[in-house]
């Protein structure tokens, strides 16, 4: 049977008398479901208002909404609205062995255990919104015009406030039963996921009175997200920090949790280094309350999937352990909570087991997304329904011959696909993102919409696009790429990795606006903003040269149609070749891919997890490094049967003929296996140390070279490996690194910012630049002084080397020359930056390379120096690079500006070209403009429009108040030190 079934039985089928739920004790899963959310709507169509909370049901009330009730989730049965997962974790695992046995999952009574005494407690708590003050309500209007919730998140909501409860009264019971709130929920692309996020964060914040680390996947997600919710900052008083590039203090500032709490907004990476932090300075327990993981199934990825396995591992293993200052006070609290979110997941069961997670999901979405093929000029819907069939023809249902009768005969040759009927069908009063394969098609379909759409488009808007224009031009020192400059006259722009953050911001604001129309792009979009289209277009089913997979495609699509944005249907339509049609049946019918653990893949990355656990004093013993692997999802995948098949193997051996050493070896579970490799290669690297063997273990004179012997021995960290931590530098590079710097102080060349430079150009992109221009190397390098070219030779780059390479490529050459010579052409990239304050574009011109690729450049720079920054306060010997280096970060991070307009640059809104108009106009500091009012910055700086200066006046007296305010923070931590001591 399976789960929906079991759930739609339990409330079908038992009684709805709240009198009767009373007096037994327990309550049954329709009578919670009745009192909590009153009834289901039809699909697609109502929501469950704020207002219709009930703050008192009766049994008539009850039996009506039973009805009601009843018939809802028929209908939820049967269109897949409602799924929902009460899981326990540790009969999942228990059960793994026996392949996930479903069948005792799903009879056992989880759903009426997950609903016990939820309606009594709902009712007590009315007068909150979902346990939350009632100013929330008020809130989410003003400020989104959210007035209702879908009858999932009110549903969620509920069931996540019964779960708080009971916890709290179990902590205050002193009970040690039942204290996990931890969430997984999945629900579809626009089905309102990251509202229920925001409202469990606030919660946190305002309720539990502690900070929130909220991890979303991307640079640009995060600062959307913190633009977004720094009004409801502002409103209820607390701290929103961004962790993402550069920014983001490590450790972060200490905040008395009774006056102000913070939300930490960061990346993946970032929210690493926060956690270590917080772990170092024994602050997490007491300090996070809540760690909210958005895009969870990028857990699955090969090197970011890893770093959000440790992130969440380390969680859970911390959350079971009491901090210092709790012990002292002899105090506890609630483990830290996590809730992760996602789309959809193929092995949703082995992560909701890793997370011991509730597991809820629906597949609601409140605006229909139609799905569509086309192959040859035919467009066939997909049958949702029978997307089981084994047959292409059942599935694949044709509706209608596209209309290309208009065509010319040159349109035809162009443009065989269609693309210009499928675009006129939509543009310019609904909007469509059309997914091309590579960055040159992007361009190129944006040209081709351009050269044959109706002119008739170039009045839609016309002023708002000029302007949009003028700004583009404004970024680049004015300059605009041909491209752009045709295209954007239609309402159409291009997307993807060439362009500058800037002008990708630009374009993606006017796209929401409704100033541009369609935008041609690549799929990292579809990963990335929030820009939903009415059509989604899909040119090929490939990305570059590798079929999409199946994750890939549903994220596409994902982007069509969004509520509040796009009212009526959504449509995708993908299009093929008659050679791809098994492909594309297999890509929209085959399963999802299976989310597997990165630390069973990559060994680099068991590693980096090994090395930080004995870093951050987390554990020193082998054998304890493997109590907290099974804390991983590796474990959860891999580790149960492993040491399952070892124990029965030991059992069968004659330990009598064994020595006690043997038999200690023996002992060794096999999984064990991997972490003595990360060991041994982290003692290897003298990256780590061993101390002793633990007492009553193994002889002294065991030699280490046996892997296992490494299971009962304590291990130290050296400084070499604290710097790498610290660092988050490639363990496979700390040796180049350090040798790098060792023989920079030897020779270091300061008559310039040349020789810091290389040694602040990442290793990991050399390897992107595929080819080097040695007619511009040469140039360039025939223009550096004595003093720049003294630098190069010291590094190992001579001018006559460069010449071997210009006119003869096969020149003989070491290999590690090669990887000199490319990275000190990258350095000489940011050099011309750096020394000349020419723009990207400019720039980005003389070396031939994408503009995108060449701010790629800086701003890994930026990231890479503060790593190195601070692998060197790590490090005594490299005292001399401290000083040197910390002006190098915000300046790289801001493109290499001049450092009396980088203050400027960090007020909301403002980019480089609005930066420079407001130094002119005489606002050279944060205070400056902070001082000013309206009226006179309009009137002194161009084209500035009253709201753009609100904007800007606002964002610097944020900046003041939070400067302000972090300082009376250190002065009341240092009181309360003196008070301590």
Not at 140 to 150: A, Q, V, W
Not at 360 to 373: A, I, S
Not at 533 to 560: E, L
Not at 895 to 902: K, V
Request: hydrophobic share 40%; proline share 3%.
């Amino acid at each position: 049977m399976k789960r929906s079934e079991s759930l739609f039985n339990d409330i079908t089928n038992k009684p709805n008398n709240l009198e009767h739920v009373k007096s037994n004790g327990l309550n049954t899963s329709k009578t919670i479901i009745e009192t909590a959310s009153k009834s289901y709507r039809e699909p697609f169509g109502k929501f469950e208002s704020f207002d219709s909370i009930p703050s008192s049901v009766s049994s008539s009330e009850s039996q009506k909404s039973s009805q009601t009730q009843d018939s809802g989730i028929k209908r939820a049965k049967f269109s897949h609205e409602c799924v929902t997962f009460d899981f326990d974790s540790q009969k999942y695992f228990n059960s793994k062995s026996d392949e996930l046995n479903q069948d005792k999952l799903n009879s056992s009574n989880d759903s009426d255990l997950s609903f016990q005494n939820m309606a009594l407690e709902f009712l007590e708590c009315s007068n909150t919104f979902y346990g939350l003050p009632l100013t929330i309500k008020d809130l989410l209007k003003k400020l989104r015009n959210i007035t209702c919730l879908y009858d999932w998140q009110h549903e969620l909501l509920t069931i996540m406030q019964q779960k708080y409860q009971a916890a709290m009264r179990n902590l205050n019971n002193k009970s040690e039963k039942d204290l996990n709130t931890n969430l997984l929920y999945l629900s579809p692309t626009s089905g309102g996921k990251t509202l229920v996020a925001e409202l469990l964060i606030l919660h946190c914040l305002l309720v539990k009175k502690k900070n929130v680390i909220f991890i979303m996947p991307f640079v640009s997600i995060v600062q959307e997200k913190v633009l977004q919710i720094s009004d409801f900052a502002e409103e209820l008083n607390f701290h929103v920090e961004e962790y993402a590039g550069v920014k983001g203090t490590i450790p972060p500032l200490k905040r008395q949790l009774n006056k102000k709490r913070t939300l930490f907004i960061c990346t993946i990476e970032k929210a690493h280094s926060l956690v270590n932090s917080l772990i170092e300075t024994d602050r997490l327990r007491d300090e996070i309350g809540l760690v909210c993981a958005d895009e969870f199934h990028m857990i699955g990825e090969d090197s970011r999937g890893a770093i959000y396995e440790m992130i969440l591992s380390k969680i859970k293993y911390c959350s079971n352990i009491s901090s210092s200052k709790m012990v002292k006070n002899e105090t506890k609290s609630l483990p830290i909570q996590i809730v992760a979110t996602t789309a959809t997941l193929e092995n949703k069961l082995e992560l909701a087991s890793f997370l011991n997670a509730y597991l809820y999901e629906r597949n609601f979405r409140p605006v229909e997304l139609k799905e569509y093929v086309k192959m040859d000029q035919q467009i066939f819907e997909v049958d949702k329904r029978l997307k089981n069939e084994l047959e292409t023809e059942s599935i694949f249902k044709p509706v209608r011959q596209l209309d290309m009768s208009f065509y010319t005969n040159e349109m035809k040759k162009n443009d065989m696909d269609g693309l210009i009927a499928l675009v006129r069908e939509v543009i310019p009063n609904e909007s469509c993102l059309i997914f091309c394969p590579s960055k040159k098609n992007c361009e190129n379909v944006a040209s081709l919409l351009a050269t044959y759409l109706q002119p008739e488009l170039k009045k839609y808007k016309r002023e708002q696009k000029l302007k949009l224009f003028q700004e583009l031009k404004e970024e680049n020192g004015n300059n605009i790429c041909p491209v752009l400059r045709q295209s954007l006259q239609f309402g159409i722009a291009y997307h993807h990795s060439g362009l500058t953050t800037e002008e990708r911001q630009l374009i993606e604001s006017a796209y929401r606006e409704g100033i541009l129309c369609l935008i041609t792009c690549t799929s990292t979009l579809a990963a990335g903003v929030n820009l939903p289209a009415k059509r989604v277009i899909i040119r090929s089913p490939y990305v570059a040269v590798d079929f999409m997979t199946n994750t890939s495609y549903k994220q596409m699509i994902g982007r069509a149609g969004r509520a509040g944005l796009i009212d009526s249907i959504g449509v995708s339509i993908l299009l093929f070749k008659s050679l791809d049609k098994q492909k594309v049946f297999d890509l929209i019918t085959g399963p999802l891919k299976k989310c597997q653990s990165a630390l069973q893949i990559d060994s680099k990355a068991l590693r980096v997890l090994v090395l930080s656990l004995i870093g951050l004093n987390m554990t020193h013993l082998g054998s304890q490094i493997l109590i907290f692997i099974k804390q991983t999802l590796f474990y959860v995948q891999q580790g149960a049967n492993m040491f399952k098949q070892n124990m029965d193997q030991i059992s069968e051996q004659p330990v009598n003929e064994l020595s006690q050493d043997q038999k200690m070896l023996n002992l060794v579970p096999e999984e064990f296996l991997l972490i003595s490799q990360a060991l041994d290669y982290l003692l290897k690297k003298n990256l780590i140390k061993i101390n002793n063997k633990a007492e009553g273990t193994l002889s002294p004179n065991v030699s280490n070279e046996n892997l296992k012997v490494l299971y009962y021995c304590n291990f130290e960290i050296t400084k070499l490996g604290q710097a790498a931590i610290k660092g988050n530098v490639d363990l496979d590079l700390v040796d180049l690194l350090y040798n790098d710097l060792k023989i920079g102080l030897k020779n270091m060349v300061l008559a310039n910012y040349l020789h810091l430079l290389y040694l602040c150009t990442p290793y990991d992109l050399v390897n992107n630049l595929n080819n080097v221009d040695y007619d511009v190397y040469t140039h360039k390098f025939g223009n550096l002084d004595e003093d720049e070219v003294r630098c190069a030779k010291t590094i190992g780059i001579s001018e006559e080397y460069l010449q071997r390479k210009r006119f003869n490529n096969k020149a003989s050459s070491k290999k590690i020359d090669d990887f000199v010579i490319k990275r000190f052409y990258m350095t000489l990239i940011i050099y011309e930056l750096w020394k000349t304050h020419n723009s990207i574009w400019k720039v980005s011109s003389e070396f031939g390379l994408d503009r995108g690729f060449v701010q790629q450049i800086v701003q890994s720079a930026a990231s890479f120096t503060s790593g190195v920054l601070h692998f060197c306060e790590n490090l005594d010997e490299f005292w001399p690079y401290k000083n040197m280096l910390t002006e190098f970060t915000k300046r790289l991070q801001f493109n290499c500006s001049s450092a009396d307009i980088i203050p400027l640059l960090e007020l909301e809104g403002v980019r480089l070209a609005r930066a420079k108009q407001l130094y002119m106009a005489g606002y050279k500091s944060i205070e400056d403009v902070a001082g000013g009012n309206v009226d006179d910055m309009i009137a002194k700086v161009k084209n500035m429009i009253p709201t753009v200066a609100k904007k800007i006046i606002r964002s610097a007296k944020k900046i003041l108040k939070e400067k302000i305010e972090n300082l009376q923070s250190e002065a009341d931590n240092l009181l309360l030190q003196l008070s301590l001591e």
